[in-house]
């Protein structure tokens, strides 16, 4: 299993960009994936999941992102993205995708992609 994460870049403040992560491999299902960043010199940061379950999609936040970010999954293309609005230079980190990915007879594990680099300008 390997994830893939594209779509960071550099912007001006108040933009926006969407982050774009591919799940491959060989797999059951993936009950749950999210976005976490890192800024240089910080403490990481969970910014956003995504749990998929019977009754539907439910999604959490860092308090930092509410309002400004949305996490969503395609379940056909196993990918999941974070759209990002009204960018701040706080927001400058290296974003992770993560997916808990289970596998059949039961196993499970969490998945991490490579990181890509977000940098907001003011």
């Known amino acids: 299993v390997q994830l893939q994460a594209s779509g960071g870049g550099l912007v001006q403040a108040g933009g926006s960009l969407r982050l774009s992560c591919t799940v491959s491999?060989?797999?059951?299902?993936?009950?749950?994936m999210g976005w976490y960043r890192r800024a240089p010199g910080e403490q990481g940061e969970l910014v956003a999941t995504i749990l998929t379950s019977a009754t539907g999609d439910r999604t959490n936040y860092a308090d930092s992102v509410k309002g400004r970010f949305t996490i969503s999954r395609d379940n056909d293309k196993n990918m999941v993205y974070l759209q990002m609005y009204k960018l701040e230079p706080e927001d400058t980190a290296v974003y992770y995708c993560?997916?808990?990915?289970?596998?059949?007879?039961?196993?499970?594990?969490?998945?991490w992609g490579q990181g890509t680099l977000v940098t907001v300008s003011s």
């Open positions: 491999g060989t797999f059951s299902h993936i009950p749950s």
């Open positions: 993560n997916a808990n990915i289970w596998f059949p007879g039961g196993d499970s594990q969490v998945y």
